[in-house]
Each structure stands twice: as structure tokens, then as C-alpha cells.
Antibody, heavy 119, light 110 residues
Framework: QVQLVESGGGVVQPGRSLRLSCAAS????????MHWVRQAPGKGLEWVAV????????NYADSVKGRFTISRDNSRNTVHLQMNTLRPEDTAVYYC????????????WGQGTLVTVSS | QSVLTQPPSVSAAPGQKVTISCSTS????????VSWYQQLPGTAPKLLIY???KRPSGIPDRFSGSKSGTSATLDITGLQTGDEADYYC???????????FGGGTKLTVL
């Protein structure tokens, strides 16, 4: 069965960096685009970033552009989110999700990993 | 502030029907498919509807979606207490190559 497992969350000071990982299993990872979506405590979903199935194209929300980098390793079935210059407003649960096609049809989600940016 | 606008909350009695709307002033809904997600308390979102009106395997036909112009709706019939959750619409803006979610609607089954 399809499984997505995020890791790498934790408490970090403002201005520091953190790298999230999402390990995929149960499907042919290299055939699917992958997204990161976050949810601040008590708030709604916010789209963060996407990477094409082959890594050839990436896109970001304006709120993270220039600070976050999405990447993937199809040999290890893993997608990453490198988060630099973190701000308190980046505090959220971060979910990775698999996408079907060129829409926002996110058919499988991980359980999420919590990132807390605080001094 | 979300690009897509949803009512913050809706409520109805068990067995009744509820409609959740999702609208925008831009063309991102009009020109792209809409998906709907259910998020039960303390869990990850779950895909309910994709491509405006299609249900993934395992989603009961009590859940249905539609789209017209710059608005989309999610209908839930035969409400059950287990349907109490937050519901989000989402779309891919192909002109900006970015995703967008609505602010979410909390469903209370009275």
C-alpha cells in the first residue's frame, strides 16, 4: 500500500535551517510529482511547493520562495524540503503528498512532521 | 488570506444535507480542476473529490462535487456524526504554477 512518512521536524531558532524528508513506498515513486503542504497550529492548509516526477521542474509559494528548496532522490524514493532562514510564521505541521496529473489532486498524504520556529 | 473563499462553518442535523461552497474572483477555478479534502481532528487531510466531481475508490456517494464558472461546491447527504471535520477545496493555478487551498470549512453535525 502507498505510504508516505515525513521526518526531520523539530524546534529551531529563527534564522536557522532545517531539512525535512519524506520517504515513499508502495508505488513507483519516479512516476509521480510530489507536493509539500503545511498547516500552522489551528489554521488551514497552505500549499508550499511541488516537484515534477523527474525533478525537472519545481515551484514554490511566494511565502517560501528564495528560502525553501524542494528536491527528490528517485533512487531512494525520497523527497526533501530544505528550509533556510526560518521564521516564526513557518511554524506548522508539514505534509508531503503525492499528486495525480497536473492538478492539485493530492491522493496520498503523509502523517506530517511538526516544525516549531522559536527562540 | 486564501485565494479560495469558503464559509468558516456549516452545520446540519444527522441525515440532512449540507453544501459547502468554494469561490474565487480569479480564473484559477474556472480554468482548472477543483479537489476537496476532509480533515478529521488530529489527522492528515484525505482526498474526497478530484477533477471537480470524481470520487476516489472508497469514498461513499454521499459526497459529491460540482463546479460552475468560478465556484465549486461539495455536497454531503445523509449526514453522519463521523462527518464532523474540516473540509478544504483546492486547485492548481496553471497560469502561476502554484497550488491554492480554501480557508477551510468546519462541519458540525448537530
Amino acid at each position: 500500500q502507498v505510504q508516505l512518512v515525513e521526518s526531520g521536524g523539530g524546534v529551531v531558532q529563527p534564522g536557522r535551517s532545517l531539512r525535512l524528508s519524506c520517504a515513499a513506498s508502495g508505488f513507483t515513486f519516479s512516476h509521480y510529482g510530489m507536493h509539500w503542504v503545511r498547516q500552522a497550529p489551528g489554521k488551514g492548509l497552505e500549499w508550499v511547493a511541488v516537484i515534477r516526477y523527474d525533478g525537472s521542474e519545481v515551484n514554490y509559494a511566494d511565502s517560501v520562495k528564495g528560502r525553501f528548496t524542494i528536491s527528490r532522490d528517485n533512487s531512494r524514493n525520497t523527497v526533501h524540503l530544505q528550509m533556510n532562514t526560518l521564521r516564526p510564521e513557518d511554524t506548522a505541521v508539514y505534509y508531503c503528498a503525492r499528486v495525480q496529473g497536473h492538478t492539485l489532486c493530492l491522493d496520498y498524504w503523509g502523517q506530517g512532521t511538526l516544525v516549531t520556529v522559536s527562540s | 488570506q486564501s485565494v479560495l473563499t469558503q464559509p468558516p462553518s456549516v452545520s446540519a442535523a444527522p441525515g440532512q444535507k449540507v453544501t459547502i461552497s468554494c469561490s474565487t474572483s480569479s480564473s484559477n477555478i474556472e480554468n482548472n480542476y477543483v479537489s476537496w479534502y476532509q480533515q478529521l481532528p488530529g489527522t492528515a487531510p484525505k482526498l474526497l473529490i478530484y477533477e471537480n466531481n470524481k470520487r476516489p475508490s472508497g469514498i461513499p456517494d454521499r459526497f459529491s462535487g460540482s463546479k460552475s464558472g468560478t465556484s465549486a461546491t461539495l455536497d454531503i447527504t445523509g449526514l453522519q456524526t463521523g462527518d464532523e471535520a474540516d473540509y478544504y477545496c483546492g486547485t492548481w493555478d496553471s497560469s502561476l504554477s502554484t497550488g491554492a487551498f480554501g480557508g477551510g470549512t468546519k462541519l458540525t453535525v448537530l
